[in-house]
């Protein structure tokens, strides 16, 4: 990979990483958002369930809708949107205000994260993309995960405002490094509404859509239920709660770095294997819960499952429409948050267990239909 590009990559990975710590870095303290606001914490955590709501529901429609203009300036638009909601975060007294500037940039989150994973795609030769978006990839993870123990202490040990300001901070730098060093990106191809809207009709986009959404739910539905497993099955303490769950997300970033090379190298075989794979993982998990360290070992291969799994959903889906990467791009953001709705609802195993059932039928299923449409036309 050339210089310029792994600069580029570089800036892409450290913008996913602030868009998604702006999401979901408030997490680790709702409860001081709740304290400082005169709130409850039930009305404090609609910082993050309505981000998500609006965040599946503009998926698809926003990337579309910016589709057609150069990907620089939608990136400083949508950073700069990011920026100012992090500004007003931090001076606002109103709850309802700080609600609005969450909600706001929510609905541009989409567009940002597409683009990042096209543009990344891009700048690399078309067999090393999946490699390129795995690198991205360790800024979603790192932004899930790595942002809310660091603004959780921020707030013990600085200032609250302080911790809400570190949104801002990240976000100000990646403005700054894509207007100086971010090259102007123009359409290569600008295709209409329509032509990208088409991709709906293939049979090939709604079983990987379906499959997305219950890989997703299958993580997220156990992952939601994992800290309480630990607690009530397992026995561990708090303390050791919190190393289970840093060690899940330090294993993400690995399962980043080792899908860009399985899905370079055997796509199809990484994809079919993966429900299987983690169903394994999760029936070890549900007959060995209750011993500390078989649960460790199992934490550390899941981490690193969940981290490959959200590069197999990426590519899942953008490989079945190919022709329209950017609104590829936001289904593969809509279904996510669909799949971890769904997913924290049901919050068990066994449930995570059925979701990957699912997912490997819809993944089956697509297999089938491509192999029968490879034989009919040789």
């Not at 156990?222 to 303390?239: I, R, W």
């Not at 060690?247 to 199809?268: E, F, P, Q, R, W």
């Not at 360290?293 to 990426?314: D, Y």
């Not at 068990?348 to 491509?370: D, E, I």
């Amino acid at each position: 990979m050339a210089k310029p590009n792994t600069l580029l990559i570089f800036i892409l990975t450290i913008g996913v990483f602030g868009i998604l710590n702006t999401e979901m870095g408030v997490i680790g303290i709702l409860p001081a958002i709740a304290d400082h606001f005169h709130v409850s914490i039930s009305k404090a955590g609609l910082l993050v369930s309505l981000f998500s709501l609006v965040v599946a529901i503009s998926g698809p429609s926003m990337p579309l809708l910016f589709s057609g203009i150069e990907r620089k300036r939608v990136m400083l638009l949508t950073l700069g949107v990011f920026l100012m909601g992090n500004i007003v975060s931090i001076f606002t007294s109103s709850f309802t205000v700080l609600l609005a500037a969450r909600i706001i940039p929510a609905f541009f989150h989409p567009i940002y994260c597409s683009l990042a994973f096209t543009a990344a795609a891009d700048s690399v030769s078309k067999e090393k993309a999946p490699k390129a978006v795995s690198n991205v990839f360790i800024g979603v993870s790192a932004g899930m995960v790595v942002g809310v123990p660091i603004v959780s202490l921020l707030n013990n040990t600085v200032s609250f405002d302080m911790a809400m300001a570190f949104f801002a901070i990240v976000n100000a730098l990646v403005f700054i490094a894509t207007l100086l060093i971010v090259p102007v990106m123009p359409i290569k191809e600008v295709l209409t509404y329509g032509e990208q809207l088409s991709v709906l009709k293939k049979v090939n986009t709604w079983l990987s859509i379906a499959a997305v959404v219950f890989l997703n739910s299958a993580i997220f539905g156990v992952y939601s239920y994992f800290a309480e497993y630990l607690q009530t099955v397992t026995k561990m303490s708090s303390n050791i709660i919190s190393f289970m769950l840093f060690v899940y997300g330090a294993a993400n970033i690995i399962g980043n770095i080792l899908a860009g090379k399985l899905l370079t190298k055997s796509a199809i075989v990484s994809v079919t294997a993966f429900p299987f794979v983690l169903g394994a993982i999760y029936i070890i998990l549900f007959f060995t819960g209750q011993f500390t360290m078989p649960m460790a070992i199992i934490t550390l291969i899941w981490g690193i499952l969940a981290g490959l799994g959200s590069n197999i959903n990426q590519y899942w889906i953008t490989s079945a429409a190919p022709e329209a990467p950017d609104f590829a791009n936001g289904l593969f953001l809509s279904s996510c948050n669909i799949g971890t709705t769904i997913g924290a609802a049901a919050a068990v195993v066994l449930a995570g267990l059925l979701s990957l059932v699912l997912a490997a039928v819809f993944v089956l299923l697509r297999n089938y239909v491509n192999n029968t449409s490879q034989r009919l036309s040789s």
